[in-house]
């Protein structure tokens, strides 16, 4: 700073003392949605059944508790950015200074999305051995099977154990 | 530096609307482009904008790894590590630390200043329970739980998430509890309370990141 003294803070011409906010209902706003989120986790996960070996069942499909739980969260999001931040008074430079990076952060995050679903589609089929249920990780049923070499014919069963690919870099 | 150079700084941009010679390069912002929006709060923007990219890449990283993993911890299990509860009342604490700071901020701006130091105190405590009940986790879940960093791939990601989050809020607490004394000490008037608003732009940014981290790491 030049000067010698010190001068007061300066503040935008934009910040009217007529903008005072009424905290209350964005109080209330933000502590029913997130009571609503949780809630709603939480009666996800009661209507859970559980069967060994097998993947877990819920009322509705994962997917489905995702977009409910988003539909929670943006506005919650959406209060404290536009009004505890203020951005909804402040200049559109500001609000372009806020958005574009939001913005990027959807560009850069969606495009890959749909390659680690497809890595989830290729984990799940990585040990196809015919006849048999594929639950992960290379198990073939319920509970542990004995570990015998890729190539080799199981005893049990007569089939021979597919070759297992490669451990990528997400593992 | 010329000799009209040590002026004091005016305080409304908007009384001056051309640069002065010494001020230009200082006040080159709000008065070059004519936008009456402080070097501060742009400085405090941009900032923000970086901090998203960089969560951007924390979360990103998350949701596609999540995405791309086969097993996941199974939330019905009974071994699931994760408090939702505790975190719940966490994710309280941090909206009432926002409200007090808007509360505190608008309090100052109309000349209460009573309030608004009680505004600014309340903020700064609610932020270090919250980190309070964060190392608390975090002893919960690796003394107790056995859920180390190093276990698997979704602890790497939690605590890779929420230990940036922490740092971050961390640092908002000390910068809070800086402003709280200043304020303590009478520093802020209806006319001088740009820094409160500057450090409530980060607290309220670290706020809504944890909104957003309480979400997809807890809930989803």
């Known amino acids: ?18 903008h005072a906010l009424r905290l209350w209902p964005f109080f209330l706003a933000l502590l029913a949605l997130t009571a609503a989120e949780v809630g709603l986790y ?17 009322a509705i499909p994962k997917f ?38 939001l913005m990027m952060t959807f560009l850069a995050v969606l495009p ?19 006849g048999e249920a594929n639950y992960g990780h290379g198990k073939t049923g319920p509970g542990d099977v004995p570990d015998h070499k890729e190539g080799e014919v199981n005893p049990d069963t007569g089939k021979v154990k597919a070759k297992t690919p490669e451990k990528s870099d997400y593992e | 530096m010329s000799a009209t150079a040590h002026q004091p700084a005016p305080a409304h941009p908007d009384s001056h ?27 405090m923007w941009l900032f923000l904008a970086s901090e998203v990219m960089f969560f951007t890449g924390l979360i990103g990283a998350y949701i596609i790894l999540r995405a791309g993993n086969v097993t996941w911890a199974d939330p019905t299990h009974p071994d699931y590590p994760l408090a939702i509860p505790l975190t719940a009342f966490n994710t309280f ?18 000349g209460e200043r009573a309030k608004g130091n009680l505004g600014l105190l309340l903020t700064t405590l609610f932020g270090a329970t919250f980190v309070g009940i964060q190392c608390y986790e ?20 939690f605590y890779a998430m929420t230990s ?16 709280t004394v200043k304020g303590y000490m009478g520093h802020f008037s209806p006319k001088n309370y740009a820094i409160i608003e500057y450090t409530g732009l980060y607290w309220h940014f670290v706020d809504l990141v944890w909104i957003i981290l309480f979400a997809i790491v807890y809930l989803i």
């Not at chain 1, 700073?1 to 007529?18: C, F, I, K, L, R």
């Not at chain 1, 890959?112 to 015919?130: A, F, M, N, Y």
């Open chain 1, 1 to 18: 700073m030049t000067s010698t003294t010190h001068a007061p803070d300066v503040h935008d011409a934009t910040q009217s003392h007529g």
């Open chain 1, 42 to 58: 939480e009666w996800w996960r009661g209507t859970a059944v559980r069967v060994e070996g097998m993947e877990t069942t819920y």
């Open chain 1, 64 to 101: 489905a508790l995702v977009l409910l739980v988003l539909v929670f969260t943006l506005p919650k999001a959406y209060i404290v950015l536009v009004y505890f931040m203020h951005l909804r008074f402040e200049k559109a430079l500001v609000v372009w200074l806020a958005v574009v990076p």
């Open chain 1, 112 to 130: 890959t999305l749909t390659d680690g679903l497809t890595l989830k589609e290729r984990k799940l089929h990585s040990t196809p051995v015919i």
């Open chain 2, 17 to 43: 609307g051309q640069p002065h010679g010494g001020d230009a390069p200082l006040m080159a912002f709000g008065t070059v482009l004519n936008l009456q929006i402080s070097n501060g709060k742009v400085g």
């Open chain 2, 93 to 110: 604490l941090l909206i009432c630390s926002s409200v007090t700071l808007v509360w505190g901020l608008q309090a100052v701006q109309q």
């Open chain 2, 138 to 157: 975090y002893y919960e879940l690796i003394g107790h739980r056995n859920m180390t960093p190093d276990k698997d791939i979704m602890a790497a990601c």
């Open chain 2, 164 to 179: 940036f989050h922490g740092l971050h809020v961390l640092l908002g607490v000390i910068a809070m509890a800086v402003v």
